[in-house]
């Protein structure tokens, strides 16, 4: 079943989700290769571990659909083109012993390890003797479905702890009050909205805070939680300066109205005139 979060104008095609120079590698392994074995893991930054993160999401959206004859015509006519030289009987040979589905088999560390830096995350190999090349292949992908989600998640978890220091150090309930504490809006600031649902994901690992919806729906989509995270109605400063500048407490009056009901969270923008001599009300909040 195609689950794809976006239709892409890419399109789905496998074949073509690769590096170029990953096309011409099944004429260079020496005669009589059976299996290629590759593994991933971090080199190393900032940070002396990773969170590993995204795996699934890729297995689900991607990994699951077959390969077709009309991918390998598509890629063929576009690799003719491109100056490489395309396993053409090769993949339709995969199509006709495997169903278009990648003989490999691949395993991790538990999605949300902490692991050391320098230590395998991920493994990937072939399992049919025939497609060895099959694991190279597939390395551009499984590189891009990993590293962006398990850097933000790492990222993430770093806030995590020092925020928690610092709650410890002031705040009587650190454990309860952590998980709201830093709330994503990087669904803007993102290159697309697999991005958003990514990374969005890979923050509601360690954190409970979210307006990024596309990661509530990857979330259900691909890691089956229900609800991964929530949030709270939000003013802009479209909601407040729509009143006018003499008029602004009368915007936050309508705020209270609106959602100060008994137990409830709001959050209203207060800087968008002057933050320390707000206007004065008219009435209208009761």
């Not at 120079?21 to 990773?50: A, C, D, L, N």
């Not at 959206?61 to 030289?85: F, I, K, N, S, W």
């Not at 995590?160 to 600031?189: K, S, V």
Request: aromatic share 10%.
């Amino acid at each position: 079943m195609n689950r794809n979060l976006t239709s892409s104008p890419l399109g789905n095609n496998l074949l073509l989700r690769t590096d170029s120079y990953k096309v011409s590698h099944w004429m260079q392994y020496p005669p009589g290769t059976q299996t290629v074995y590759s593994y991933i893991e971090s080199r190393g930054g900032i940070f002396s571990h990773s969170l590993f993160f995204g795996l699934q999401a890729y297995l689900r959206e991607y990994l699951q659909t077959p390969v077709t004859r009309d991918d390998v015509e598509e890629a063929a006519a576009l690799m003719a083109a491109h100056g490489e030289p395309f396993n053409r009987e090769g993949w339709l040979r995969l199509i006709d012993k495997h169903g278009g589905l990648m003989p490999v088999r691949i395993r991790a560390v538990p999605e949300g390890s902490v692991t050391p830096v320098h230590n395998v995350l991920a493994t990937i190999e072939n399992t049919d003797p025939e497609f060895f090349w099959i694991t190279s292949f597939l390395e551009t992908e499984l590189l891009r479905a990993i590293w962006y989600p398990t850097t933000v998640a790492t990222l993430s978890a770093a806030a995590r702890t020092t925020l928690l220091r610092y709650l410890e150090a002031t705040c009587d309930d650190p454990q309860g009050q952590i998980a709201f504490r830093l709330h994503d809006f990087g669904a803007r600031g993102v290159s697309s909205l697999e991005s958003a649902a990514l990374g969005g994901m890979a923050h509601l690992v360690n954190f409970m805070g979210t307006d990024t919806l596309a990661a509530l729906v990857a979330a259900r989509r691909y890691y089956d939680c229900d609800v991964a995270g929530f949030s709270i109605p939000a003013a802009e400063h479209s909601t407040i300066t729509g009143w006018g500048r003499e008029h602004e407490a009368d915007a936050y009056g309508n705020m209270i109205d609106q959602f100060g009901k008994p137990g409830a969270t709001f959050a209203v923008v207060s800087d968008s005139y002057d933050i320390f001599t707000p206007a004065r009300a008219s009435g209208v909040a009761n």
